[in-house]
């Protein structure tokens, strides 16, 4: 299917209390991106630290899982052309000092360990992370009426 490359995006607890999913979603709705699935949970410690692997045995690693399992979350998958790559751009860096203004964490974070969201890295790692968090049947197929405003 044209267009049909899939994001993990999740606001983390930090985002949730400060009540940004209404703005982030939107961020993503307003440039042309497709949600296909969402819910809010606290993710277990054993989700956090799958969800996390790669930083495992990292000095901040426990305070990672620590806040991640802190609250819930609002996690989703979003849909369209070079989302992975897109939605890193408009998450912003991982380090606050290089995250632009105009960007998520640009705009809302001032700590790395409190930097509201996350989004896939690669394709590769999207495609575990959506198998991680959600069930297949979870995914929504659909195709928005705006399409042919949106992609020529
Ligand atoms: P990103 O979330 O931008 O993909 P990483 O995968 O490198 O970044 O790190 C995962 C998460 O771990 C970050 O979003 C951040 O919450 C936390 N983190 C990364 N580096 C640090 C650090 N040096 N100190 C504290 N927390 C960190």
């Known amino acids: 299917m044209e267009h049909s490359e899939r994001s993990f995006i999740m606001i983390k607890p930090d985002g949730v209390q400060r009540q940004l ?7 993503f709705e307003r440039r042309g991106y497709k949600l296909v699935a969402a819910k809010m949970m606290t993710p277990s410690v054993q989700l956090a630290k799958q969800h996390y692997a790669e930083h495992d045995g990292k000095p901040f690693f426990e305070s990672l899982v620590n806040f991640l399992t802190s609250g819930p979350v609002f996690a989703m998958v ?22 632009d203004p105009g960007t998520i964490r640009g705009d809302f974070g001032i700590d790395v360990g409190r930097n509201i969201i996350h989004g896939s890295d690669s394709v590769d790692s999207a495609n575990r992370e959506i198998k991680l968090w959600f069930h297949a049947e979870d995914l929504n197929s659909w195709k928005p009426v705006t399409q042919g405003w949106i992609y020529e």
């Open 21 to 27: 999913i209404g703005e982030i979603v939107s961020r």
């Open 78 to 99: 979003w849909e369209g052309k070079d989302i992975v790559a897109t939605g890193r751009k408009m998450i912003g860096k991982t380090k606050p000092l290089e995250s």
